[in-house]
């Protein structure tokens, strides 16, 4: 079955970066668009990034643009995240998630979710 | 990206059917057949529940169902279990290829 794993969490200080990372199993990795959504604490779900099956289009959030990159490797299965120039209002828990469903030819929603990765941006 | 509408609280007691809203603007829930409903437990990952709209992912009860008027969505469950008990999210794809959430709204059983 679909698997999702994030990684890369960690305390980070205002101004550094850090690269998340999403190791996918269990599908076809390189059929699916990803998503990139993250939740502040105690507090609802924002969007963050999209990056096409073929990586050919990315779409960031404007809290992000500029600052974050979404990217992916299909020979290992992995989706990732770099954030650079990060700010005490990045602190969340970054969830990774496919976009659609290739099985019913749907499109642009998130599908299933990995289980999240916390970034704690503090001096 | 202003967030989507939805009410912070809706209760309603077992076997009850409750709704939750969720409102956009013409460039987003209004625009497009994609929007999607996710569940939140606490502690808990989200997950999907309705995508484009009204459809059921497997392995989703058809308690759920969907529905879009205009610029606003609904989620209805009926026959109300305890272990709905969770938050809600609509989402929903924008005209600028990007995508917008509600704020969320926490459903008791009583």
């Known amino acids: 079955q679909v698997q999702l794993v994030e990684s890369g969490g960690g305390v980070v200080q205002p101004g550094r970066s850090l690269r998340l990372s999403c190791a996918a199993s269990?599908?076809?990795?390189?059929?699916?668009?990803f998503h990139w959504v993250r939740q502040a604490p105690g507090k609802g779900l924002e969007w963050v990034a999209v990056i096409w099956s073929d990586g050919s289009r990315k779409y960031y959030a404007d809290s992000v643009k500029g600052r974050f990159t979404i990217s992916r490797d299909d020979s290992k299965n992995a989706l990732y995240l770099q954030m650079n120039s990060l700010r005490a209002q990045d602190t969340a828990v970054y969830y990774c998630?496919?976009?659609?469903?290739?099985?019913?030819?749907?499109?642009?929603?998130?599908?299933?979710w990995g289980q999240g990765t916390l970034v704690t941006v503090s001096s | 990206q202003s967030a989507l509408t939805q009410p912070a609280s809706v209760s309603g007691s077992p076997g009850q059917s409750i709704t939750i809203s969720c409102t956009g603007t013409s460039s987003d829930v209004g625009g497009y057949k994609y929007v999607s409903w996710h569940q939140q437990h606490p502690g808990k990952a989200p997950k999907l529940m309705l995508y484009d709209v009204s459809n059921r992912p497997s392995g989703v009860p058809n308690r759920f169902s969907g529905s879009k008027s205009g610029n606003t969505a609904s989620l209805t469950i009926s026959g109300l279990q305890a272990e709905d008990e969770a938050d809600y999210f609509c989402s929903s794809y924008t005209s600028s290829s990007t995508w917008v959430f509600g704020g969320g709204t926490k459903l008791t059983v009583l």
């Open positions: 269990g599908f076809t990795f390189s059929s699916y668009g």
């Open positions: 998630a496919t976009d659609g469903d290739v099985l019913t030819a749907s499109k642009f929603y998130c599908h299933s």
